[in-house]
Each structure stands twice: as C-alpha cells, then as structure tokens.
C-alpha cells in the first residue's frame, strides 16, 4: 500500500495570499496524482490530475506540481471560496489511497 | 454531464449487510469506471474500490472479504453492498465515476471526475 503524508493539516492564510499544501508518498508513483477540494457537507471536487493538469472549469489559481515522491498544490490569489479541504490521492497503484486531508482556514 | 445519485438505508444494524444503489444519468456507463469511497464522519476519505463496465471489480484489502460492488448497465447504474456492519462503517458513502489512459495507453479508474452527493449510513442497533 501507497500511503500519503500531506502537510500541513491546517493551513491558516489571509485572503489574497499564495499557499502551497504538500503532499509526500511512500514510494514514487511518477505523475499519478489527483488533489480534489471538498466543500462542507458537499462531495469532494476533482481539481487536479496527473499531478499539474488541471480539471476542465477550475480556475487558473490552482495549480499542481510535482513527480515522483513529492507533490504540492498551490493557489495564487487566495478568495474566500477557498477556505475549504483539499485532498491528494494517488492512482498508481491500487489500492487507491487519500492523503488524509489539508483544512485551509482564514487567519 | 454525468450526475450521480445514491440511495439505500440509512441505518443499518451491526452485523447486518449494508447495500447502496448508485444511479447513472447523463451518460453512458461504458465510458467510465463505478467507484465507492466512504468518509466517516470529521474524518477523510478511504477508497472502497471500483467496477467497470463489463462488472470487473477491485475492492480495497481492507475491505475485500467484506465488499461486493456491481454493475448493470441495463439499469443505468451500481451497487455496493458490505457485509457484517460495526460502528466502524458508519460514514458518508459516495459514489463517483472516472478513467483515464495511462502514459502505455491503458485504461483505468484512476481518479473521480465526478461525484454523487452523498449519503450517511449509520450503523447501530
């Protein structure tokens, strides 16, 4: 089994700001990573594929990089819809796993 | 736009099977991947596993000799059912849906691009 690490669980920032979330595997899964946002009470969102690709109508804030190991998801220009969880999942190797979630607050 | 939708119980008894339907719209059912996750409550998401079209199926370990998950494509949609419930199952389960072609050329579930909305099954007494 893959396991994720995301740093860090809590992410306090102010609106306007730029942020960045890492997520770290186990062992390489060169570029199968997915990150999803997940609203309160809503089902999670897909943002990001293949590590930086990003999904059709995301805005162009979210951006993803990274192989290997090491990943990160960044927002530029943070606006107060932002202020959710964000999760990594891999699709390397199965079974698929989910890092265990980043809750971006406002500061 | 392919919607979602999961319905079942929404409260089962320990040691009892709980089964959940998720019906496809908007979509043909060939083109993707049928997968379950769950989310206890406050807590993160954990991948159940995934069938595909044809009824081929991969279940997480950790849940393999409790978890069946079907498809019919007559009726637009698929099922989980897992079986000898304890209070560790009570979640928020989703069903979602997926594929993509990998750097070979093969094609797989991989990640969700789309989602239901969710529903909470509780297990207790």
């Known amino acids: 089994v893959i396991w994720m690490t995301q740093s860090p669980t809590l992410l306090s920032a102010s609106p306007g700001d730029r942020v960045t979330i890492s997520c770290r595997t186990t062992?390489?899964?060169?570029?199968?990573l997915a990150w999803y946002q997940q609203r309160p009470g809503k089902a999670p969102e897909l943002l990001v594929y293949a590590a930086s690709t990003l999904q059709r109508g995301v805005p162009s804030r979210f951006s993803g990089s990274g192989s290997g190991t090491d990943f990160t998801l960044t927002i530029s220009g943070l606006q107060s819809e932002d202020f959710v969880v964000y999760y990594c999942q891999q699709y390397y190797s199965f079974p698929y796993t989910f890092g265990q979630g980043t809750k971006l607050e406002i500061k | 736009q392919v919607r979602l939708r999961e319905s079942g119980p929404g409260l089962v008894k320990p040691s009892e099977t709980l089964s959940l339907t998720c019906a496809v719209s908007g979509g043909s059912m060939d083109r993707f991947y049928w997968t379950w996750v769950r989310q206890p409550p406050g807590k993160g998401l954990d991948y159940i596993g995934y069938?595909?079209?044809?009824?081929?199926?991969n279940y997480n370990p950790s849940l393999r000799s409790r978890v069946t998950i079907s498809v019919d494509t007559s009726k637009s949609q698929f099922s989980l059912r897992l079986s000898s419930v304890t209070a560790a199952d009570t979640a928020i389960y989703y069903c979602a849906g997926g594929g993509y072609f990998d750097s070979r050329g093969n094609y797989g579930p991989g990640f969700c691009d789309f989602w239901g909305q969710g529903i909470l099954v509780t297990v207790s007494p």
């Open positions: 062992q390489g899964i060169s570029n199968y």
């Open positions: 069938v595909s079209h044809t009824g081929d199926a």
